[in-house]
């Protein structure tokens, strides 16, 4: 249960609140 | 360990900004979350050890030739850092796939010397782990002092992303708190064996 919820919490619910930060953003490879 | 791998990974946000949070958080446990597939499946699985209770903190042998050999954790990092590169440029899928990685280098001063080198154990070479989980108060702290580190690196990482913008101080804020909270949160069911 511990593994489930951590996932579910980490990638998730606070992946989703970091994802509102204005952190840089990483950019693709570019194409040749 | 399950909550010191998400301190790891917290902590590398607040050195690679660039890389998503959540990409991260599951890079570090994708050995774990391959695992339970393979789980589920009947390929791979765990056995307390002696006089132990079933799901007890750090008192299994972990069966897990596949996902956790040495090989398979290799494969499994490249994969996860290819998928990563298809969105997040080279750079970051480099540092996914170290992530995922880490998984393994984690694992092995705790697990009980039950982790291959080759896939599904070819070869009959050693096993390895340094079995620290024979110690649940020293790998407990172990993935203690991880959750308070990694939250504090993130955390410095978020406030200083945030500038001088309130709105942005006050999610900083609140996701660092989550962070440190659900990490002390998951650590504390994984010690209650729940």
């Known amino acids: 249960m511990s593994f489930i919820l951590g996932v579910v919490l980490f990638t998730v619910v606070i992946g989703i609140i970091d994802a509102r930060l204005p952190w840089p953003i990483a950019r693709p490879s570019r194409q040749r | 360990m399950i909550a010191g791998h998400f301190g790891f990974a917290a902590a590398v946000k607040g050195r690679a900004p660039t ?3 959540w990409a991260l958080m599951l890079a ?12 589920a499946a009947g390929v791979e ?12 903190y ?10 956790h050999s040495l090989v398979g954790a290799s494969i499994l990092s490249l994969v996860f850092g290819a998928l990563a590169s298809l969105r997040y440029g080279r750079r970051s899928a480099v540092i996914v796939g170290l992530v995922a990685f880490s998984h393994w280098i984690l694992d092995l001063p705790m697990h009980r010397a039950d982790m ?12 390895l782990g340094l079995g620290l989980w024979r110690y649940p108060l020293a790998s407990g702290l172990l993935e203690l002092a991880l959750v308070l580190g990694g939250a504090a690196l993130y ?3 978020a406030h200083r992303i945030a500038g ?5 101080a006050r999610r900083a804020r609140v996701c660092s708190a989550a962070v440190l909270g659900a990490g ?11």
Do not use: E, Y
């Open chain 2, 58 to 67: 750090g008192a299994s042998i972990i069966h897990a030739d596949f996902s």
């Open chain 2, 155 to 157: 955390g410095r990482a």
């Open chain 2, 19 to 21: 890389v998503p949070l």
């Open chain 2, 45 to 56: 699985g765990l056995t307390p050890v002696a006089g132990a209770k079933a799901g007890a």
């Open chain 2, 164 to 168: 001088g913008d309130l709105g942005a």
């Open chain 2, 184 to 194: 002390l949160f998951t650590l504390g069911l994984n010690v209650l064996g729940l």
């Open chain 2, 116 to 127: 291959s080198i080759m896939l599904g154990g070819a070869g009959d070479l050693p096993k």
């Open chain 2, 28 to 39: 570090c446990q994708w050995l774990d979350v391959v695992f339970v597939v393979l789980f």
